[in-house]
């Protein structure tokens, strides 16, 4: 048997064009997500460069991920300190790292006393947890006996078996049904249905409600935010009810929108104190990690033995994730947030392209909605042009930049979309009925 020797990290960025890489990852990656539209090899600050040598603007920061850009100088040098301290250890024990970041995500959530932290080492991880707690909900029949958990059409909350339960999108869910059942999806941001659904008919057909689980903002819709008084209204209905309000703040969370949580702006969450919010994406500046942040009581619904994870929490990952929220902070970048987002905003809306119709979301979580349903195309040509953006929707480019944009980088990509012209849109087509083999694109 040969012996497979481990290549140096900065020799296989080096070696091979995007085409010879391309041809060897559709050999050896299962093929989940299609080819990669580009091989890329190194970062720094909010650019990246591709084996051909071509940089890009990264305006997805690996969907909402690379909180502080590529190779951040201060993140590199807290991830190598912890890993050449303690790299692992099982959770029969704890670290300071570990201990620390439940600490600030506590303070970050403003979380009254009696909360407590979960640590994952990914968002859908997180939703998985969350979906757990809603099945230890007392009801008058006692704990466990709720089943029905409410979501959101259009809500994307992982791919794991249980969070693939509360995301809306068919495609998604149905080769792998059947789930685990209970879950309802609201139409999104309609407080009729919210009222019904808790209605004493609703409950008389079906039980009691043990969770509503909802995202204030919706990415992969097409970043769409709840309206106001939404959540406000769900808190009031939760309560009275005894059922929890879990807020998806994977991608919204840690800086996102311009506050540490999109619930925090009174415009979205109206004051409102969640019983649960997940976290992920941002956290680690890169690095895979997430949080479920459980509030006052909530933190008891998960007893010994009833949940675990054997990298969650890890040293490595938690210094990562410090180290990211200490940037944040040092450096003033929710404030950078709120500034250079509203420029993006105000630019792309006054570019003067007759396919831009609007921009919506907040801070750096926007969507650029287009005229027509030329999405894709419209993000070949940003690729083609140097800058990475995702086309979420069929008529909406996500834009999720590093949170350390600057305004300049900013207007650059503005007068990109301010080349976009209203291209023909051809005639629909309709195919003759054969078996499916289309594959629908991937980018959670």
């Known amino acids: 048997m040969s012996t497979v020797i481990p290549q140096d990290a900065s020799a296989l960025s080096a070696n091979g064009s995007v085409a010879a890489w391309t041809e060897r990852y559709t050999g050896a990656v299962m093929d989940t997500f299609g080819p990669p539209q580009r091989v890329l090899v190194r970062g720094e600050g909010a650019y990246v460069w591709d084996a051909d040598g071509k940089r890009y603007l990264d305006l997805l920061g690996g969907i909402a991920v690379n909180s502080l850009g590529h190779a951040h ?5 807290a991830i190598s300190a912890q890993l050449g301290t303690l790299g692992h250890v099982s959770n029969f024990f704890g670290t300071p790292a570990q201990i620390a970041l439940a600490e600030t995500l506590l303070r970050a959530a403003e979380a009254p006393d009696g909360s407590r932290v979960f640590l994952t080492n990914s968002g859908t991880e997180a939703v998985e947890a969350a979906f757990k707690m809603t099945r230890r909900v007392a009801s008058s029949s006692g704990v466990g006996t709720r089943t029905r958990v409410l979501a959101l059409e259009g809500a994307f909350h992982g791919r794991t078996m249980g969070a693939l339960a509360l995301t809306a999108k068919p495609a998604y869910r149905e080769p792998f049904e059947p789930l685990p059942g209970g879950v309802e999806h609201l139409p999104f941001g309609d407080l009729a249905a919210l009222d019904a659904a808790f209605s004493p008919q609703a409950i008389a057909e079906r039980g009691e409600v043990a969770a509503l689980v909802v995202e204030p903002v ?3 819709a097409g970043v769409r935010s709840l309206p106001p008084g939404y959540l406000a209204a769900a808190r009031r209905l939760t309560t009275t009810h005894g059922a929890l309000l879990v807020l998806d703040e994977v991608q919204t969370g840690m800086g996102r929108c311009g506050s540490w949580f999109a619930y925090q702006q009174p415009e979205i969450g109206g004051g409102i104190v969640p019983d649960v919010v997940t976290v992920a994406k941002g956290l680690g500046g890169g690095f895979p990690v997430g949080a479920v942040i459980a509030y006052g ?11 675990g994870s054997t990298f969650g929490g890890n040293p490595v990952a938690a210094a990562a994730a410090l180290t990211t929220i200490g940037v944040i902070e040092r450096d003033g970048l929710l404030a950078n947030v709120r500034e250079v987002g509203a420029l993006l905003r105000q630019e792309i809306e006054m570019c003067g392209s007759p396919l831009v119709k609007e921009v919506r979301g907040r801070g750096l979580l926007l969507a650029i909605v287009l005229h027509e349903p ?25 834009l999720a930049p590093p949170l350390i944009l600057t305004a300049e980088q900013a207007m650059d990509a503005a007068r990109f979309f301010a080349t976009l012209a209203v291209e023909p849109v051809p005639p629909v087509v309709e195919p003759v009925e054969t078996p499916s083999d289309q594959s629908e694109e991937d980018d959670a």
């Open 73 to 77: 100088p201060t993140l590199t040098a």
């Open 218 to 220: 919706q990415g992969e």
């Open 374 to 398: 030329v999405a894709p195309q419209v993000a070949r040509a940003a690729l083609e042009a140097g800058f990475i953006v995702n086309a979420v929707a069929p008529d909406a480019i996500r």
């Open 297 to 307: 009581a909530a933190a008891n619904l998960l007893g010994r033995g009833q949940h």
